[in-house]
T-cell receptor, first 114, second 113 residues
Framework: KAGVTQTPRYLIKTRGQQVTLSCSPISGHRSVSWYQQTPGQGLQFLFEYFSETQRNKGNFPGRFSGRQFSNSRSEMNVSTLELGDSALYLC?????????????FGPGTRLTVL | DAKTTQPNSMESNEEEPVHLPCNHSTISGTDYIHWYRQLPSQGPEYVIHGLTSNVNNRMASLAIAEDRKSSTLILHRATLRDAAVYYCILPGITQGGSEKLVFGKGTKLTVNP
């Protein structure tokens, strides 16, 4: 079974631009969560989507948004990029058919904002 | 979200057992204890989880204290590939019914050859 894939793997943008990152979950998984990882703040939860609905959102500004499609693939968008948005963005998928499903992480997208 | 406390770093020698401790004194009766690890330049990967009794899988063992206020992840024979940051997590269930992993700083495990 193919794992979680994320595209692109690396991205360089400039301040003020916007960016869209993509995540394809493991086949059959309906839940996709997004996390941001920085050296200073560590891994922080951004949001989770399940069956095309956002179920929970972390403490990030409204510039961070996401969506999920009917095939469970998910995208996250960051508008008006700031230098502090430079980070590794990870997505994780899970079955979410019972409490405390194991989450499977992708390799991440490394975003650099110049 | 229930908080966990882990040592910042630990060292081990290859082929020796490693015991990674985690304190979670504010754990509730329904909180599962999860362990994930993150190898260099990779996303986190699930290691093991448990509720009350000790658990074993092909990667590790999880020993849970009787009062559930602490747990220990046991790697029976550390290899160089086990060098990673290990996270002890008590996933919270949000209002929306979703599960949220709240990562702390974790324990950076160094394995010496």
């Amino acid at each position: 079974k193919a794992g979680v894939t994320q595209t692109p793997r690396y991205l360089i943008k400039t301040r003020g631009q916007q960016v869209t990152l993509s995540c394809s979950p493991i086949s059959g998984h309906r839940s996709v969560s997004w996390y941001q990882q920085t050296p200073g703040q560590g891994l922080q939860f951004l949001f989770e989507y399940f069956s095309e609905t956002q179920r929970n959102k972390g403490n990030f500004p409204g510039r961070f948004s996401g969506r999920q499609f009917s095939n469970s693939r998910s995208e996250m968008n960051v508008s008006t990029l700031e230098l502090g948005d430079s980070a590794l963005y990870l997505c994780a998928s899970s079955l979410r058919d019972r409490a405390y499903n194991e989450q499977f992480f992708g390799p991440g997208t490394r975003l650099t904002v110049l | 979200d229930a908080k966990t406390t882990q040592p910042n770093s630990m060292e081990s020698n290859e082929e020796e057992p490693v015991h990674l401790p985690c304190n979670h004194s504010t754990i509730s009766g329904t909180d599962y204890i999860h362990w994930y690890r993150q190898l260099p330049s990779q996303g986190p990967e699930y290691v093991i989880h448990g509720l009350t009794s000790n658990v074993n899988n092909r990667m590790a063992s999880l020993a849970i204290a009787e009062d559930r206020k602490s747990s220990t992840l046991i790697l029976h024979r550390a290899t160089l590939r086990d060098a990673a940051v290990y996270y002890c997590i008590l996933p919270g269930i949000t209002q929306g019914g979703s599960e949220k992993l709240v990562f702390g700083k974790g324990t950076k495990l160094t394995v010496n050859p």
